[in-house]
């Protein structure tokens, strides 16, 4: 059974740039939810996916978007990235939404300049 | 609103010694809770989650927490501490209205001296 797996690892982009990061979910998974970790600080919820819609959000601006995939991998996109986006990108999948466990990636770490 | 704390940014501990790891959460509905690791450059693993029913919860790796309502708190308790154990935890809430959104406390890095 494969784990939850995340691309790429790190990258670094520029202010006002748009990025795109991506999570494969663990085999069996319908739902995926996105998380940033700030340095120093806990993960905060981003959004959620279930069945390829959009199913909760958390306190982010709309220019952080996703997307879920027939094959429930899913998209973190982000536009405009501005200096505090700079963080750890975690996603996590469950079987359902309302699942007690989810099981995290490695995450990505964005680094913005 | 919904929220977690984690008093202790550090802790350090002898190898061998007992730990205990403090966990305070604000929710206005049953709480579910959760203690993850997270060692660096990795992703989050989780140690126990309480849900109901026996307040004491045991994890894996040795590790247990205790539910207590009257004091709206979670605490991770270890009795050996190993120095595998240093890494950073963090308490969560989970939210299941929400589909289960979790609400992270800041987290608590261990040390572990020899």
């Known amino acids: 059974e494969t784990g939850v797996t995340q691309s790429p690892t790190h990258l670094i982009k520029t202010r006002g740039q748009q990025v795109t990061l991506r999570c494969s979910s663990q085999?069996?998974?319908?739902?995926v939810s996105w998380y940033q970790q700030a340095l120093g600080q806990g993960p905060q919820f981003i959004f959620q996916?279930?069945?390829?819609?959009?199913?909760g959000r958390g306190n982010f601006p709309p220019r952080f978007s996703g997307l879920q995939f027939p094959n429930y991998s899913s998209e973190l996109n982000v536009n405009a990235l501005e200096l505090d986006d700079s963080a750890l990108y975690l996603c996590?999948?469950?079987?359902?939404?309302?699942?007690?466990?989810?099981?995290f990636g490695p995450g990505t770490r964005l680094t913005v300049t | 609103a919904q929220s977690v704390t984690q008093p202790d940014i550090h802790i350090t501990v002898s190898e061998g010694a007992s730990l205990e790891l403090r966990c305070n959460y604000s929710?206005?509905?049953?709480?579910?809770l959760f203690w993850y690791v997270q060692s660096p450059g990795q992703g989050l693993q989780l140690l126990l989650k309480?849900?109901?029913?026996?307040?004491l919860v045991q994890g894996i790796k040795g590790f247990e927490a205790e539910f207590k309502r009257s004091q709206s708190s979670f605490n991770l308790r270890k009795p050996s501490v190993h120095w595998s154990d240093a890494a950073e935890y963090f308490c969560?809430?989970?939210?299941?209205?929400?589909?289960?959104?979790?609400?992270f406390g800041a987290g608590t890095i261990l040390r572990v001296k020899s």
């Open positions: 996590a999948s469950s079987l359902v939404p309302t699942a007690d466990e989810q099981y």
């Open positions: 085999s069996g998974h319908n739902t």
């Open positions: 309480y849900f109901s029913g026996d307040t």
């Open positions: 929710y206005g509905a049953t709480p579910y």
């Open positions: 969560a809430v989970g939210m299941m209205e929400y589909g289960n959104k979790l609400v």
């Open positions: 996916y279930y069945r390829e819609e959009e199913n």
